[in-house]
């Protein structure tokens, strides 16, 4: 059974930084392209982030600069360091299976998701 485990989110003021992790288990992390994806209240759930399995990354315009997403396939973990932080960025996080290319996400999650954490920035 695939499950991930998401942790590191907390309460910053814009401007500041936080490092999510994403334990993941039941899969082979190396075999597999991961993502992370966001939820804001009163929106969908959009993949901010991946990382193919070969640790090509690809992010959305919203995030580019300021977030980067890593993984240790040792530890089964994926990372997203997250700088510069933004109001905008205010959701809960989760990471899943994921693929983004140029635009276009064409892998996206599957199975259950973890419970998420959630970032909030402030002014």
């Known amino acids: 059974q695939v499950q991930f485990v998401e942790s590191g989110g907390g309460s910053v003021q814009a401007g500041g930084s936080l490092r999510l992790s994403c334990a993941a288990s039941?899969?082979?992390?190396?075999?597999?392209?991961m993502a992370w994806y966001r939820q804001a209240p009163g929106k969908q759930r959009e993949l901010v982030a991946s990382i193919s399995s070969g640790g090509i990354t690809n992010y959305v315009d919203s995030v580019k600069g300021r977030f980067t997403i890593s993984r240790d396939n040792a530890k089964s973990t994926v990372y997203l360091q997250m700088n510069s932080l933004k109001l905008e960025d205010t959701a809960v996080y989760y990471c899943?299976?994921?693929?983004?290319?140029?635009?276009?996400?064409?892998?996206?999650?599957?199975?259950?998701w973890g419970q998420g954490t959630q970032v909030t920035v402030s002014s």
């Open positions: 039941g899969l082979h992390l190396s075999l597999n392209d």
């Open positions: 899943n299976l994921g693929r983004r290319v140029g635009g276009v996400v064409i892998k996206g999650a599957v199975g259950s």
